[in-house]
């Protein structure tokens, strides 16, 4: 009876080792999975965008073919495309990629943090802050160039500080910040509008082009702090995302896990709001690019890390193909920012009505 108990101990402990060795290569299974899917959408949105980009270097009054193009951008001396290309259709193209990566990953990184897909820039009042910044600098104190970048950069954290500190140790801190956030936004659009008011005739239409989202002043010496920004900012980002990861999971267990969630949480927000800034500085706030990057990244590369970089590279994608519908697609031209909110509209409202037949779960 013994000997055979302990056989029966022994195949169990066999079957239950069988079974463990099994999930295990299941789990692992899985993991390559998600990883290819990963690089295979990231591979894929880079194409987009490399696609996207030639594209706007081509099209125009003028059609120019892809060796003409290539010349033109190389430096060499092209007829009609020297120009064409170089000096008005690639400072634009430039712009679009680098306002869609600042956007799409910063609208990704407040999203993850809080949990909540309603929790990009443009809907909590950061890039509102960011506009009040610029806004005041242009038609008020008639400044340009770098120092509006930082000034924009100061008060899009003091906003972002503003809200998160309001929405802090609150039950649903989530939902509290992106309500407060609208709010906040609310009064930000409200400054802006009476700084319109108050300004030189002269400035109220350059600042409404501006506000509306726009790449047509786009040039290569204004592209330089938005470039910097990004080369800073958003390689800081996906070095953080491991403690992301954590902090998507929730406070209590990224503490746990040793993880230091404010020192994390700081500098993921300054990161953020420095490419917020200085996007929104550049093209003004091109609306819902932020908003719509992450949830389509999500989408496309399914459940498990933070979609940081497939979110970036989707607001290039998105900027990019925007102005290009608003450039080519109707009889008038339309500022990209346009294009952006009529896509981007049905999907907020979309989010809303889940948001409320989910009872504020969404």
């Known amino acids: 009876m013994s000997a055979g108990k302990g056989g029966g101990g022994t195949g169990c402990a066999g079957g239950e080792a069988r079974a463990s060795a099994q999930t295990i290569a299941l789990l692992r299974s899985g993991t390559r999975r998600r990883r290819r899917r990963r690089a295979a959408v990231v591979a894929s949105l880079a194409v987009l965008v490399a696609v996207l980009a030639s594209a706007m270097l081509m099209l125009g009054n003028t059609l120019y073919p892809p060796s003409d193009v290539l010349r033109a951008v190389m430096g060499e001396d092209v007829p009609g495309a020297s120009f064409a290309v170089g000096v008005l259709r690639l400072p634009r193209a430039l712009a679009a990629i680098l306002a869609g990566l600042a956007f799409g990953a910063a609208g990704s990184v407040f999203q993850t943090m809080l949990r909540n897909p309603l929790a990009s820039p443009d809907v909590i009042g950061i890039s509102a802050g960011c506009s009040v910044a610029a806004v005041a600098c242009i038609v008020v104190f008639h400044?340009?160039?770098?120092?509006?970048?930082?000034?924009?950069?100061?008060?899009?954290?003091?906003?972002?500080?503003?809200?998160?500190?309001?929405?802090?140790?609150?039950?649903?801190?989530?939902?509290?910040?992106?309500?407060?956030?609208?709010?906040?936004?609310a009064l930000m659009n409200a400054v802006v509008s009476y700084l319109l008011l108050k300004a030189s005739e002269y400035d109220v239409p350059a600042a409404y082009r501006w506000l509306t989202g726009s790449l047509n002043a786009s040039r290569m010496d204004g592209l330089v702090p938005l470039a910097v920004a990004v080369a800073v900012f958003l390689p800081a980002v996906l070095v953080l995302v491991r403690g992301l990861e954590a902090i998507e999971m929730g406070d209590d267990m990224a503490k746990a896990l040793g993880g230091r969630v404010e020192r994390t949480r700081a500098l993921l927000i300054l990161g953020a709001v420095g490419l917020v800034a200085f996007a929104t500085v550049t093209t003004g706030p091109i609306a819902f690019v932020a908003f719509l990057s992450g949830p389509i990244a999500v989408r496309l590369t399914g459940p498990g890390r933070?979609?940081?970089?497939?979110?970036?590279?989707?607001?290039?994608?998105?900027?990019?193909?925007?102005?290009?519908?608003?450039?080519?697609?109707?009889?008038?031209?339309?500022?990209?920012?346009?294009?952006?909110?009529?896509?981007?509209?049905?999907?907020?409202?979309?989010?809303?009505?889940?948001?409320?037949?989910?009872g504020g779960s969404l």
């Open 143 to 185: 400044l340009s160039g770098a120092l509006v970048s930082v000034v924009s950069v100061v008060f899009g954290l003091v906003v972002a500080a503003l809200i998160y500190l309001l929405a802090k140790d609150r039950e649903g801190a989530g939902g509290k910040l992106v309500l407060i956030g609208i709010g906040v936004g």
């Open 306 to 358: 933070p979609c940081i970089l497939p979110a970036a590279l989707l607001g290039a994608a998105l900027v990019l193909g925007a102005d290009l519908i608003g450039q080519f697609a109707f009889d008038t031209r339309f500022p990209v920012g346009v294009i952006t909110g009529i896509l981007g509209a049905p999907y907020l409202l979309f989010l809303l009505i889940r948001l409320n037949r989910s």
